[in-house]
Nanobody
Framework: QVRLVPSGGGGSAQAGGSLSLSCSAS????????MGWFRQAPGKDPEGVAA???????NYAIAVEGRFTISKDSATNTLYLQMNGLKPEDTAMYYC?????????????????????WGQGIQVTVSS
């Protein structure tokens, strides 16, 4: 049974600051699952933030590229998102997600609707 549980991070930061998120995955083998981070701000549509494929390749939304880094620790089945250079527009509820690689078209944030396993949200608030 796949279960994703936020295991740390989130909270508040000032613009230009940093935060990191982590998500513990059980029932997931990173070598078989695409994993990603998504976010939804109040009144806005959800958007893909970053995704990491089974081969370790990563991709990012244009809005966060160069500032955020997604990574995974296969030994502990933990997914991370390091967020640097935070901006007020990064304020949102962040979610980790996973799906079997063969079950999705591309391991990219834009395909978040194809991810079937989701963790609870982690609030990130960035003040100017």
């Amino acid at each position: 049974q796949v279960r994703l549980v936020p295991s740390g991070g989130g909270g508040s930061a000032q613009a230009g600051g940093s935060l990191s998120l982590s998500c513990s995955a059980s029932g997931v083998r990173p070598v078989r699952y695409c994993m990603g981070w998504f976010r939804q701000a109040p009144g806005k549509d959800p958007e893909g933030v970053a995704a990491i494929d089974i081969d370790g390749s990563t991709n990012y939304a244009i809005a966060v590229e160069g500032r955020f880094t997604i990574s995974k620790d296969s030994a502990t089945n933990t997914l991370y998102l390091q967020m640097n250079g935070l901006k007020p527009e990064d304020t949102a509820m962040y979610y980790c997600a996973a799906e079997l690689r063969e079950a999705i078209t591309y391991c990219r944030g834009g395909y978040f609707a194809e991810f079937g396993y989701w963790g609870q949200g982690i609030q990130v608030t960035v003040s100017s």
